[in-house]
């Protein structure tokens, strides 16, 4: 392998070990309680879905039919609560869980319709629209929360990563994940931080070349 061809590689492995590390603003896990007064369960999948176990990959068909399933209660309830932001957002996390990002930001925006000051939604938002492929609309979430909010721990450490994997703008990624333990000293990821700091400063010179949308798998 050619230096040049090298020195890409390990940059793009680097990147795209940032890009594992997304902070979640909101969680399935507050999702409300059903009509009939059950707890509605998160519906997490895991970062390699398995059926059978004779590893049998789960299609995106079956997330979907799966997520679908899930959030049938939830759905229901709008019906009658159309501009419940929560309900939104719940929907939408479930989506988000299940790797449904156009779903995902759809209910996010719905939800950000009737409660545009809601920044953890809005950082999700974000999440949902690097996922699918857009890194300038997630930063620009990233950002609008960081108006309202500037030291808001997971804005800031998405926002570091879209920097940098998909605009390869080194300093605009340090600068945020800096800001972010100034302020937070107590964030619970401060090693993960301080290690993608240590690899980004490492690579701080390279011109690599133009911008990547393409998310991680």
């Given at each position: 392998?050619?230096?040049?061809?090298y020195v890409m590689a390990v940059v793009?492995?680097?990147?795209?070990?940032?890009?594992?590390?997304?902070?979640?603003?909101?969680?399935a896990s507050q999702a409300p309680k059903t009509a009939a007064?059950?707890?509605t369960p998160a519906a997490s999948v895991p970062a390699s879905p398995v059926m059978g176990g004779v590893g049998q990959q789960i299609t995106p068909d079956?997330?979907?039919?799966?997520?679908?399933?899930?959030?049938?209660?939830?759905?229901?309830?709008?019906k009658g609560e159309p501009k419940n932001a929560q309900l939104l957002a719940n929907v939408g996390n479930q989506y988000y869980d299940a790797r449904q990002y156009q779903l995902a930001a759809d209910y996010y925006q719905r939800s950000l319709q009737v409660q545009p000051g809601n920044t953890n939604v809005r950082?999700?938002?974000g999440t949902t629209m690097w996922y699918l492929g857009d890194a300038d609309?997630?930063?620009?979430?990233?950002?609008?929360v960081l108006k309202a909010e500037p030291t808001k721990p997971n804005a800031l450490m998405n926002l570091g990563i879209v920097e940098w994997r998909g605009k390869m703008?080194?300093?605009?990624?340090?600068?945020?994940?800096?800001?972010?333990?100034?302020?937070n000293p107590n964030f619970q990821g401060k090693d993960k931080v301080e290690q993608l700091i240590a690899q980004a400063k490492k690579h701080a010179n390279m011109q690599v070349g133009a911008e990547t949308t393409k998310p991680p798998i």
């Open positions: 392998m050619s230096t040049p061809a793009c492995l680097l990147i795209g070990m940032a890009a594992g590390y997304f902070v979640r603003g909101s969680a007064g059950g707890a079956q997330l979907k039919h799966m997520a679908d399933v899930q959030v049938a209660p939830l759905v229901e309830r709008l950082v999700d938002l609309k997630a930063i620009e979430q990233y950002k609008t703008n080194v300093p605009a990624a340090i600068a945020a994940w800096e800001k972010l333990l100034a302020t």
